[in-house]
């Protein structure tokens, strides 16, 4: 099955620090959904984004399909941005399924 | 927010006894799935459906049976449960068969096993 790393796995950041958080997959995909899980638990859901780049206030995303890569910026990070990011793919053949990398744990210190 | 319901939201058993969660949508979505969250694996897949009485094993579904007899519910049983099984659950559910297949999750079953 297909192959999802995250990098880094963990990361401290200051209030106002920007931050790249990185999904390398090793197959192609039909989908892409960045995800944060807050300290209640929940995952939300921040962005679907098979291709191309999106911007959603301070976050962003970009995912390069063709070289097996997306990004997801936070900018002028909070304390409210902590938690755990997950990058999860949906292998291209009609799978379905999301597979999902094993996390990014975000700390922002205020 | 997806209409994604998951019950009960917290429970312990005891090793041996079955264990059964459900997880009820308003969505009319095809695929559900069951998760499992464990610290330093992510989420991992245990079984998922892709319609009513369709179902299929994922990475971890040993010791887990599945069950989708509406589109709407889909339950996760433990026959008998180990400790190994103490985790958090997430259903997810997701369309297809459109190009927006994007999944939603429920807010998690916190089960402990003892």
């Known amino acids: 099955g297909i192959q999802v790393e995250q990098s880094p796995p963990d990361l401290i950041l200051q209030e106002g620090a920007n931050s790249t958080l990185r999904c390398n997959f090793s197959d192609s995909v039909n989908n892409l959904q960045w995800f944060h899980q807050n300290p209640w638990g929940q995952l939300i859901n921040l962005f679907y984004i098979p291709s191309g780049t999106k911007q959603n206030g301070r976050l962003s995303a970009t995912t390069v399909a063709t070289e097996r890569y997306s990004l997801l910026y936070i900018s002028s990070s909070q304390t409210t941005d902590s938690g755990v990011y997950f990058c999860a793919v949906e292998e291209a053949g009609g799978s379905y399924i999301p597979t999902f990398g094993r996390g990014t744990s975000l700390i922002v210190h205020p | 927010d997806a209409g994604i319901t998951q019950s009960p939201r917290h429970k312990v058993t005891e090793t041996g006894t079955p264990v059964t969660l459900r997880c009820h949508q308003t969505?009319?979505?095809?695929?559900m799935y069951w998760y499992r969250q464990d610290p330093g694996h992510g989420l991992r897949l245990i079984h998922y459906?892709?319609?009513?009485?369709?179902?299929d094993k994922g990475e971890v579904s040993d010791g887990y049976s599945v069950s989708r007899s509406k589109t709407e519910d889909f339950l996760l049983t433990l026959e008998s449960a180990t400790s190994s099984q103490t985790s958090v659950y997430f259903c997810a559910i997701s369309e297809s068969g459109r190009k927006n297949t994007e999944a939603f999750f429920g807010q998690g079953t916190r089960l402990t096993v003892v």
């Open positions: 459906s892709y319609g009513v009485k369709d179902t």
């Open positions: 969505e009319n979505h095809r695929y």
